[in-house]
């Protein structure tokens, strides 16, 4: 949504949580950053280090979703998040900074909320290069069990094209 709000991020995502808040505060800190805009196509790329709700306040401020490949994930646990602006180069991550010990999780909310996004994410360098646009591909079926799937997830075994389920890795250390 181009100018989103706080609302629409708590709409989207279905309630209000410190996680949202962490995504939200994210998003505003890039933009500040990089000036970004709402990305209709893949402008703006972000790879998220974690899966959790602030992926959807990054989604809903700027634009970026898996399906339009400009939304993609480093999962390792981390609240931690790239962004790129394609046209100019720039990029950043910011990494959530450790919050007060002995805060609960009900008080990280108001805590996060009451937050300037400067106070509560590190400004580093990107670990990973911009990644390249989406690509379309052409579409396989599985020999197997019959099923359509994008090309880039083929094995071809004994002349057969099999899709990642139906394909058996080789190991001589199966047990």
């Known amino acids: ?27 505003l800190y890039a933009i500040e950053l990089l000036e970004l805009k709402f990305s209709d196509d893949e402008e703006v790329c972000c790879i998220c280090e974690n899966d959790a709700c602030g992926v959807d306040a990054i989604q809903v401020m700027l ?16 609240q931690a998040f ?3 602006e394609r046209s100019s180069g720039k990029s950043v991550r910011l990494v959530l900074r450790p919050r007060p010990e002995h805060m609960t999780r009900e008080e990280s909310f108001g805590y996060y909320q009451s937050r300037k996004p400067a106070e509560l994410f590190d400004v580093k360098p990107v670990k990973m290069a911009l990644p390249e646009g989406a690509r379309m591909f052409a579409n396989c079926v599985c020999a197997e069990c019959g099923e359509e799937f994008a090309e880039k997830y083929a094995h071809l075994v004994e002349g057969k094209i099999l899709c990642r389920d139906c394909y058996k890795p080789y190991t001589r250390y199966d047990v």
């Open 82 to 84: 790239s962004f790129y």
């Open 63 to 78: 634009g970026c979703s898996a399906g339009k490949g400009n939304l993609m994930f480093h999962l390792n646990g981390k």
């Open 1 to 27: 949504m181009k100018n989103a709000t706080w609302d629409d991020c708590v709409a989207f995502h279905g309630h209000s949580c410190g996680g949202l808040t962490i995504g939200y505060k994210a998003a």
